[in-house]
């Protein structure tokens, strides 16, 4: 049990601390106030460092890795040609979370290698959904049909992956 005194202490610490929050959120953030506090190399450096590869990239690696024809993985994502031409060919293009879950189905992805893929297009899968946890499940039993994935998603009353792409 904490004495009173580091009670005192830590109630301080957090006031601080929450002082310190409001007032970085209160500055007005003007042109010489960000060319003061950050520079842009650094910025750069940051960015060029943590950037993680494209969707493109991604997706189209794993078609390349399953020795998949692109024609083949959008017919079995139940897309449509245009739609993946799109995907394909428009770099500042992203799909939905729907899309882009089919697409792991279609190339039969392990659960890593679907957070892989959704992270590229700016996705996850929430541990707090409940269409997501079904997603997971299939993802971690290899249950890849989208069939019977869109049938697990319905019984649990959750909207399907379809032709809402």
Do not use: W
């Not at 007032?23 to 450096?45: F, G, Q, T």
């Not at 031409?85 to 428009?90: A, G, L, M, P, Q």
């Amino acid at each position: 049990m904490l004495d009173h005194h580091v009670l005192e202490e830590l109630q301080e610490y957090i006031e601080e601390k929450l002082i310190v929050v409001v007032y970085h959120h209160s500055i007005s953030y003007n042109e010489d106030y960000v060319l003061e506090s950050i520079s842009p190399l650094e910025m750069e450096d940051f960015i060029e460092k943590k950037r993680k590869p494209t969707l493109q990239k991604v997706l189209f690696s794993y078609i390349d890795n399953k020795n998949a024809t692109d024609a083949a993985i959008y017919k079995k994502a139940g897309m449509d040609r245009r739609h993946f031409s799109k995907i394909r060919s428009n770099p500042d293009y992203r799909p939905s979370k729907t899309t882009v879950i089919a697409l792991a189905l279609a190339l039969e992805l392990s659960k890593k290698e679907a957070d892989k893929l959704l992270s590229a297009a700016g996705y996850s899968l929430s541990d707090s959904e409940t269409s997501d946890l079904v997603i997971q499940f299939c993802l971690e039993k290899n249950i890849y049909d989208i069939y019977q994935v869109n049938y697990a998603l319905d019984y649990f009353s959750q909207k399907p992956l379809g032709n809402g792409f």
